[in-house]
């Protein structure tokens, strides 16, 4: 007898040892990221590029997409090619870094205009879910952390791994020298701490992610919509 009257028992399981332990894939992972900001002199721009850097050298394959000419969501159709280019990039990604200034105390609307862009389904499948996250921001003044809370809100509602380390650099203007490479210092150490954690992630998570995120409850609704589509078909 189960003491668990509220459940439907056909779809509990048991967690699976083998399928949290797959074969390691061997290509390298493939992360995106993304940046907020449209300025000529963009830090956070900048501080994508240093994190583009550190991943490379952790072995991943990385691109970085360009928000300029991205339209606000639904301003244009989602065939626009700046949308599709977004989308294709997110759908072949297995993680992702997510970069904002923080202005008036949020991230900006170019970065969440890109989330917005990403869409939480197709058809029946949740492009992001299961992929890693690693949020980071820029300030002009002191450190906060609104932007990256933020996205980690945004991280969570679209089924991303988010991981646990972040990075936030406080007046931005006095951590990058002339030729936009970020200086020596604790911000810095920071962003590889940030980097390593999500290649890690990335590396253990990637080929159980679809194991990861499956769900009782979806299980459980796919199972009643099937019955109800051959009880139909029986009539």
Known sequence: ???????????????????LRPPYANHKPRILILYGSLREVSYSRLL???ARRLLEHF??????????GLPLP??????HPKVQELRELSEWSEGQVWVSPERHGAMTGVMKA???W??????????????????????????????????????RWMRMITIPNQSSVSKAYQEFDASGR???????????????????????TRGASAYLVDRYSERKEDAEKLEQRVALKSI
């Open 1 to 19: 007898m189960s003491d668990l009257p509220a459940a439907s028992l056909d779809h509990l399981q048991q967690p699976d040892l083998e399928a």
């Open 48 to 50: 994508a590029q240093e």
């Open 59 to 68: 072995g991943c394959e990385v691109r970085i997409y360009d928000p300029k």
């Open 74 to 79: 639904d301003e244009e159709p989602a065939s």
């Open 114 to 116: 890109q989330i917005d």
């Open 118 to 155: 990403i869409p939480l389904a197709i058809g029946s499948v949740r492009p992001t879910q299961g992929k890693t996250l690693a949020v980071m921001e820029v300030s002009g003044g002191s450190q906060s952390f609104n932007a990256v809370n933020q996205m980690r809100v945004l991280g």
């Open 182 to 204: 970020m200086k020596p210092s604790p911000f810095y150490d920071r962003v590889v701490d940030v980097c390593e954690e999500l290649v890690k992630f990335t590396l253990l």
